[in-house]
């Protein structure tokens, strides 16, 4: 049993920044890699950013350079910084994990709203 808590959107300004967190808690398995996909109205939802229990970090293009992906293993969390925010970032950020049993797991979400 994995369960997701995300933390951190709300409404920012273009050009602002904002922090996403995700504590995840689990009972006996192991997080292997962490992400956070986004969902906007009206679109599929779609990966932002992914890393792995390694520290390898993956992108989707239209965040590369505005956005970064860490992860604290030690507590089971995921963060994304995101700068530079757009208002084509407006969505609702999902957190999603694997475990060691190869499943996956998605947060609630969150939304963040770009708007001035």
């Known amino acids: 049993q994995v369960t997701l808590v995300e933390s951190g959107g709300g409404l920012v300004q273009p050009g602002g920044s904002l922090r996403l967190s995700c504590a995840a808690s689990t009972y006996s398995l192991s997080i292997l890699t962490m992400g956070w996909y986004r969902q906007a109205p009206g679109k599929q939802r779609e990966l932002v950013a992914d890393?792995?229990?390694?520290?390898?970090?993956k992108y989707a293009e239209f965040v590369k350079g505005r956005f970064t992906i860490s992860r604290d293993n030690a507590k089971n969390q995921v963060y994304l910084q995101m700068n530079t925010i757009k208002p084509e970032d407006t969505a609702v950020y999902y957190c999603?994990?694997?475990?060691?049993?190869?499943?996956?797991?998605w947060g609630q979400g969150t939304q963040v709203t770009v708007s001035s």
């Open positions: 890393i792995t229990r390694g520290n390898i970090t």
């Open positions: 999603y994990v694997t475990t060691t049993a190869l499943t996956g797991h």
